[in-house]
């Protein structure tokens, strides 16, 4: 499991036990994601770039760490992972939010493109990546792929649990990308969800089915 952090802290397994409870409802599921995007923040953006930088201030010159321009970006693996972007939004209001649309075919149970929305300068951009599930990995690779043709080179994937089967997948076609999740779970079913995992993230969110 090489580049592959596993958050270790109390709020995250307390927020991720009301994720994966059946009896959690819609609104206490999206209002739990958002609490847990944020104790996620502080560990997925001690990696963005910065830079020391003079300022001014009412007393003094002083010398900061700054984001380095052109700022980090967001990209949601659509729908599920606008939960995630929310949240990493909200302690990164600077940073662009993108999309990439991937459906997952009942049959193949792979992942299936159907929109890209991506902000300018990708290529100059670090990147963070997000999707809850990491199940077969095949929308996180390919959501790779669409980045990487656009010209981008600084990527880290970020999730809520991952499975074995998912990560080996996803580091075998990118073993560049670094994965940050919250939990790595056991394993797959034959329908390729996530055990013990939390269902069907999207429909848990958005109240589908």
Same mark, same amino acid.
């Given at each position: 499991m090489n580049s592959v952090t596993v958050l270790d802290h109390p709020l995250v397994t307390h927020k991720l036990a009301i994720l994966r409870d059946e009896n959690t409802a819609s609104p206490a599921f999206r209002k739990t994601l958002l609490e847990l995007g944020h104790v996620m923040s502080w560990p997925v953006f001690s990696h963005l770039n910065v830079a020391n930088t003079e300022i001014k201030t009412p007393m003094e010159k002083t010398t900061e760490a700054v984001l380095v321009y052109p700022f980090p970006c967001i990209v949601s693996i659509? !729908?599920?992972?606008n939960g995630m972007a929310d949240a990493l939004s909200a302690a990164l209001p600077e940073a662009p939010i993108g999309y990439i649309g991937m459906q997952r075919n009942a049959d193949t149970h792979l992942a299936e493109p159907y929109f890209k929305k991506l902000p300018d300068q990708i290529q100059d951009r670090q990147i963070i990546l997000v999707d809850p599930m990491l199940a077969t990995g095949s929308s996180g690779v390919q959501a790779a792929d669409f980045?990487?043709?656009d010209g981008a080179k600084n990527i880290l994937f970020v999730c809520l649990v991952a499975a074995p089967e998912g990560i080996e997948y996803f580091h075998k076609?990118?073993?560049?990308?670094?994965?940050?999740?919250?939990?790595?779970? !056991?394993e797959l079913d034959e329908n390729a969800y996530i055990l013990p995992g939390l269902g069907d993230a999207g429909d848990r969110i958005y109240g589908t089915k």
């Open positions: 659509l !729908r599920a992972g980045l990487k043709r076609q990118h073993a560049d990308i670094p994965i940050i999740t919250a939990a790595l779970d !056991r």
